[in-house]
């Protein structure tokens, strides 16, 4: 073969798709396109009829306010995915006005006119963040951004006339901000541009200056000033040293700054900074508050601050006097406050995004004159009964070296599960991420509907406990945080109404190394291991991570690249004790995911599978970092619930097998 023929045959072979899987024996699931699934059984109609209603609980995250506090701006599911609605009044009809295939992750009113919203949607879970501009008035939506590069952030002047916006566009690798005029963003210019990630923050009252962030890792963060104009920039948190930037934002005159850092102690405090002096200290205005600064809303007329702290994972919400600095705890609902915003145009109404272990996230608002809160949203929890929902118990217990390790147990109802409960061991994400008292339908219906305890360790190395606590498990140091899981199931045992003899892991992403973590260092004593988009191999995750967030995770993990690093990473890695797995496992992962690769589900998949082990596996192949479709979401949870029933089942005669319990 020559000539024409040859580049005929070498076209042909470079458009044939690529296999979706190395694993062997992928089949597609029945009624479900996007799915792939190998060793996974029929799920059985009468589970899908018994636990199909906490697959119908959903939420409304607030994402804006109208100027008169009149509209508010959500994001919430209707269909298959997450897509915006406004509601005009309290407990007032959701309108939707988008309906993308794919889900949207933040929207913003164009002040003046709020017929126009601006929002970031994704693409088939590769979190190829795009902009796009929606005309309310005629339905349509059109796209800003290149439809290819990542944008993860943008920002409106309060004119409206202004953008800034995030994106990868230059390299692929680097997060530049980008500025525009609103009426034409797609003649964006550059800005801000240089080696790692930059974020737009928040312009100045007047438009001419730019807040901007330059993030290393969640804990090493720098907050810069930027002409808009002329690209100017000035540094205004040290240069020397590290800390983080949990929030910033402009004073109504624009001549300070307020920012949420933990350069000056243990936790995140609030800060005032005067933008004039650059030599000036900040001033502390939080540093009566022992705990993390988590979130704050500038009220436009300068009149007060509004900001939460986290207090052992429950939001505490404080309204500052910016004059005086005199701050007065509010109160609100308990539970977790996921977002503030005042409106612009009444500075007395503030807008929290708040949910509860026995409530979705939800929308709520604030007279900050006579203190009284309206509910303007109330998401469904599928026709279920919120009062029969469990409130989980905050507590504590030793690791080996004496950290104290925090956790929520939600415990089944003694009356209904009488007995010795089986315990699924729920790890967070991040690996700096928190487990909080917030709702969590998956924990609700292990309990309540299967009488399974599930705890929801918050181990070293977790957010909300101060800097200290955060970094103990920073770079070779992780090795030590897989004492913390020794402790956690010596915690069971300790509980006289938990089984030890019957415990699963569960966790994605970092979540997903732990649980196989579980499984590869203590495997006599976990039954069986979910493993969700999880890594199985730290040095093959740093590796083959999108470029753009590899330097980011190596001030996390410790720099593969570095022999006595890497060396450490090996050691402490799931993958390296495969041979140790005795737990049935279930890996779930989707194709496109930016984050962990696809690669880090199938090794450890071909790894057990090599020594005779059954493996339940399931891709999806619209997905990325977790499943955000419900149809593909509904069968990982069904599919989920099967697993664990059948790997915690009271043994009948002598103990199972790991391997025999998961068919």
Avoid at 204 to 217: F, T
Avoid at 566 to 583: F, K, M, T, Y
Wanted: glycine letters at 8%.
């Amino acid at each position: 073969m020559h000539g024409p023929a040859l580049a005929l045959a070498a076209a042909l072979l470079a458009a044939e798709p690529a296999p979706a899987s190395s694993v062997d024996g992928m089949a597609p699931v029945p009624g479900r396109p996007g799915l792939l699934q190998s060793g996974i059984p029929e799920i059985p109609p009468e589970l899908a009829d018994r636990v199909g209603q906490y697959l119908e609980a959903r939420a409304a995250r607030l994402l804006d306010v109208s100027p008169d506090g009149g509209s508010v701006l959500v994001a919430t599911r209707f269909g298959s995915t997450s897509q915006l609605h406004v509601v005009d009044q309290p407990l007032g009809q959701r309108t939707q006005i988008t309906f993308a295939r794919e889900p949207v992750r933040q929207g913003r009113f164009l002040p003046g006119d709020p017929a126009t919203v601006l929002y970031l949607q994704d693409r088939s879970g590769a979190e190829a963040f795009q902009l796009f501009r929606l005309d309310r008035r005629t339905g349509r939506s059109e796209l800003l951004t290149d439809g290819k590069s990542r944008h993860q952030a943008f920002v409106l002047s309060r004119d409206g006339k202004r953008i800034a916006f995030s994106g990868t566009g230059r390299n692929g690798k680097d997060t530049d901000v980008y500025v525009a005029i609103t009426s034409s963003p797609k003649e964006a210019r550059l800005l801000v541009q240089g080696e790692g990630t930059f974020t737009p923050v928040e312009f100045s009252p007047d438009g001419r200056r730019l807040l901007v962030a330059k993030e290393r890792s969640i804990a090493d963060a720098d907050l810069l000033l930027v002409d808009v104009d002329t690209g100017e920039r000035r540094q205004l948190t040290p240069a020397e040293g590290k800390g983080s930037l949990r929030a910033a934002a402009f004073a109504a005159d624009g001549k300070s700054a307020f920012l949420v850092t933990d350069r000056h102690g243990d936790f995140d405090e609030l800060y005032r900074l005067d933008l004039a002096d650059p030599a000036a200290s900040p001033r502390p205005l939080s540093r009566t508050i022992r705990w993390n600064v988590e979130d704050m809303a500038v009220a436009r007329d300068g009149s007060r601050v509004a900001f939460t702290v986290n207090a052992d994972g429950y939001s505490r919400l404080y309204l500052l006097d910016p004059r005086s600095g005199k701050l007065e705890p509010t109160a609100i609902p308990a539970g977790v406050v996921s977002a503030l915003a005042f409106a612009d145009g009444k500075p007395t109404v503030l807008c929290l995004g708040l949910s509860s272990a026995r409530s979705p996230a939800d929308v709520f608002q604030l007279d900050v004159r006579s203190r009284k809160v309206a509910r303007w949203t109330r998401s469904e929890t599928g026709g279920l009964d919120p009062a029969s929902f469990v409130e989980p118990q905050l507590v504590r217990y030793p690791s080996k070296d004496g950290v104290s390790v925090p956790a929520f147990l939600y415990r089944p109802p003694r009356q209904a599960w009488p007995g010795r409960r089986p315990v699924v061991i729920a790890w967070h994400g991040g690996p700096e991420a928190q487990e909080r008292p917030d709702f969590d339908p998956l924990a609700q219906l292990l309990s309540v509907e299967l009488g399974m305890a599930v705890l929801q360790p918050n181990v070293r190395g977790s957010d909300g406990y101060g800097k200290a606590y955060l970094a103990l498990d920073d770079g070779p140091r992780r090795e030590q945080a897989l004492a913390d899981i020794g402790a956690t199931l010596d915690f069971v045992a300790s509980q006289p109404d938990l089984d030890p003899d019957r415990v699963a892991a569960w966790g994605g992403s970092y979540g997903g190394y732990m649980t196989l973590a579980t499984a590869a260092f203590f495997p006599e004593r976990v039954r069986a291991a979910v493993d969700v988009v999880g890594i199985s191999s730290i040095p093959s995750f740093l590796q083959n991570t999108s470029e753009y967030r590899r330097d980011l995770r190596r001030a996390e993990y410790g720099d593969e690249r570095v022999p006595e690093v890497r060396e450490v990473q090996e050691r402490i890695s799931p993958l390296a004790r495969a041979g140790a797995i005795q737990a049935a496992l279930f890996v779930q992962q989707g194709r496109n995911d930016p984050r962990v690769p696809q690669s880090e589900a199938e090794q450890i998949v071909k790894a057990l599978r090599g020594k005779g082990q059954e493996v339940w596996y399931l891709l999806g192949l619209d997905e990325g970092h977790g499943f955000a479709r419900k149809e593909n979401r509904d069968f990982a949870t069904l599919s989920t619930v099967l697993f664990l029933e059948r790997a915690l089942a009271p043994p009948a005669g002598p103990a199972p097998s790991a391997a025999s319990t998961a068919r």
